[in-house]
């Protein structure tokens, strides 16, 4: 199993509804991220979560809300979704010690979350 | 204001050279930067990192060269090989833990 899983890999939804996206990992890691990209840009951050009781906003955190269910778990919400939130989605874990990465803060990705929004 | 940028959006190589992937940072709180690589269909895998103190740091066949007075780092991938070709993702981090990422550079390394 992946180490961070992210669930639905792919999903297309109508302006309006409301979407989850959801990620669990079993690294173990305090943090959690949610990322978006955009087809020929960066990865920009949505939220982050330090640890369960403590969520912050990214760069771009207009239109979507988050929870962190617990240590393993961390979701996204779209309230009402519209067409320009379509892109790919990735939630990102890392560990505030810093093992095996120097301290450099060292994400893990999973595999993506790519959103449709008609 | 983009902190991270990486100017060329693509770069083609032949197997068995040098291929050279550029990024410029415009924050100087940045303390580490670090390099991903990213497959279609997947999400994107660490490569390589460097501390703001040093100036190398090496790993096989990846180094990675920082020039803190120039605020430009690059990763220099030696010999090249058709499985390097992704894209190469550079970012930067802050004491915060937070990392902002550059465009990325599409390598595509001819056989």
């Known amino acids: 199993d992946a180490d961070v899983t992210q669930t639905p890999r792919n999903r297309i939804t109508k302006t309006g509804k409301r979407i989850m996206l959801e990620c669990s990992q079993t690294?173990?890691?305090?943090?959690m991220y949610w990322y978006r990209q955009d087809p020929g840009l960066g990865l920009r951050l949505i939220y982050y979560?330090?640890?369960?009781?403590?969520?912050n906003k990214g760069e771009i955190s207009d239109g979507y809300s988050v929870s962190r269910q617990a240590q393993a778990k961390f979701s996204l919400s779209l309230e009402s979704a519209i067409p320009n939130q379509t892109a790919l989605y990735f939630c990102?874990?890392?560990?505030?010690?810093?093992?095996?990465?120097?301290?450099?803060?060292?994400?893990?990705f999973g595999a993506g979350s790519r959103l449709t929004v008609l | 204001d983009q902190q991270v940028k990486q100017n060329s959006p693509s770069l083609s190589v032949q197997e068995g050279r040098i291929s050279i992937l550029n990024c410029d940072y415009t924050?100087?709180?940045?303390?580490?930067f670090l390099w991903y690589k990213k497959y279609p269909a997947e999400g994107p895998t660490f490569l390589i990192s460097?501390?703001?103190?040093?100036d190398k740091n090496e790993d096989g066949r990846f180094t990675v060269f920082l020039n803190k007075s120039a605020k430009h780092l690059s990763l220099h991938i030696v010999p090249s090989q058709p499985g390097d070709s992704a894209v190469y993702f550079c970012?930067?981090?802050?004491?915060?833990?937070?990392?902002?990422f550059g465009d990325g550079t599409t390598l595509t390394v001819k056989p």
């Open positions: 990102a874990t890392s560990d505030i010690r810093g093992r095996g990465d120097s301290g450099a803060n060292v994400l893990t």
């Open positions: 690294k173990g890691h305090d943090r």
């Open positions: 979560s330090f640890d369960v009781k403590d969520i």
């Open positions: 924050n100087s709180m940045f303390d580490y």
């Open positions: 460097i501390s703001s103190i040093k």
């Open positions: 970012a930067a981090r802050t004491n915060a833990g937070k990392s902002t």
